[in-house]
C-alpha cells in the first residue's frame, strides 16, 4: 500500500538557519505518525513545510500527488490541517464562532451539524459553547483548537505538541478523544511533541528528530521494552543538554 504522506528531501530555511535538512519519512493512512525531538529541533518547521506554512524544498507526496508547490489553502481543500503550537484559537470570539471559522466553507446545515458533533466529543467546551473562548482553560482551548481544525473533516491532522502547557490529565483526556476520532473516522495524525511517553501511547511511529534531521524512525511497539527505550533515549539525547531530556 502507498503511504498516505510521505516527504523527501525536506529542506527549510530562514535566512542562513536550516531548520530543516533532507528530512524523509512516510506512514500510510490510518495511522498515528510522530515526530519526537527537544525544542528547537525543526518539529514545527516540517509540520509548517507540509501544510504550506513556510517555504520548503522537497517533495511533499499527499495520497499519491506531489502537493509541494500548492498554496497552504489548496493543501486545507485536500484535507491536510495544521494545529498550531501554542492552539492560536481567537479569544475574543465565542467557542461556537471559532468552530464556525473552521468550517466557514460549509453550507449552513452541515456547520450545525459538525459543530454540535464537536461538542460531543468535547463536552468541556459545550458548557461554554457561548462564551468567549479566553474564558477556557488551556486544556479546553486545545480542545477547541483541536475541535476547530476537525470542522472541516480533515484526512490528516498536524498537530503540533498539543500537550504543551498542559497537565497530564488533560493531556491523556485529549488523547483519548483524537484516538476515538481517530477509530470512528480513519483520520491520520502526524503529531509533533517533546513528551515522550504519552507520544508512545498513541503513535504507531516515531521517528526522532534532532538539529533539523530525522535519526531514524521506529515502531512504537518496538519501543516497549525498557532495553530499546534506552537505546533510543541515547540516541534522542546523544551528550545533549540535560534540560533536553524528555518527559
Ligand atoms: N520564523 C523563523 N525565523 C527564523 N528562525 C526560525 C523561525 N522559526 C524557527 N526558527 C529556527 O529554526 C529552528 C527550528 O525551529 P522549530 O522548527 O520551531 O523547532 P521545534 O518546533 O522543534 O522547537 C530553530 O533554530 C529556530 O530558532
Ligand atoms: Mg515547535
Known amino acids: 500500500m502507498t503511504d498516505l504522506l510521505s516527504v523527501r528531501g525536506l529542506d527549510v530555511r530562514y535566512g542562513k538557519t536550516l531548520a ?10 490510518g495511522s498515528v505518525f510522530a515526530l519526537l525531538g ?33 498554496s497552504a489553502r489548496e493543501r486545507v481543500g485536500l484535507g491536510i490541517v495544521y494545529v498550531p503550537e501554542g492552539r492560536e484559537i481567537v479569544t475574543d470570539l465565542t467557542v461556537e464562532e471559532n468552530l464556525a471559522l473552521g468550517g466557514y466553507f460549509l453550507d449552513s446545515r452541515t456547520l450545525a451539524a459538525r459543530r454540535s458533533q464537536m461538542l460531543d466529543l ?8 457561548k462564551s468567549p473562548a479566553w474564558m477556557l482553560s488551556g486544556g479546553e482551548q486545545q480542545m477547541l483548537a483541536i475541535g476547530r481544525a476537525l470542522m472541516s473533516s480533515p484526512r490528516l491532522l498536524l498537530l503540533d505538541e498539543p500537550s ?7 493531556i491523556r483526556r485529549v488523547f483519548e478523544r ?62 545533549g543538554a540535560p534540560a533536553a531530556v524528555p518527559a
Open 178 to 239: 483524537l484516538m476515538r476520532i481517530k477509530e470512528e473516522s480513519g483520520l491520520s495524525i502526524l503529531l509533533v511533541e517533546q513528551s515522550f511517553r504519552m507520544t508512545l501511547r498513541v503513535a504507531d511511529a516515531v521517528c526522532f528528530v534532532r538539529n533539523g534531521q530525522i535519526l531514524g524512525t521506529r515502531k512504537a511497539s518496538d519501543l516497549d521494552t525498557s532495553t530499546s527505550l534506552a537505546e533510543v533515549l541515547e540516541a534522542y539525547l546523544g551528550g
Open 38 to 70: 527537544a525544542n528547537g529541533a525543526g518539529k514545527s518547521s516540517i509540520l509548517k513545510a507540509i501544510a504550506g506554512l513556510v517555504e520548503a524544498q522537497g517533495e511533499v507526496v499527499f495520497d499519491g500527488r506531489d502537493v509541494s508547490r500548492l
Open 164 to 170: 504543551l502547557g498542559l497537565a497530564p490529565l488533560l
Open 122 to 129: 468535547f463536552p468541556e467546551i459545550a458548557q461554554r459553547a
Open 20 to 29: 530543516a535538512e533532507s528530512v524523509a519519512f512516510g506512514f500510510p493512512a
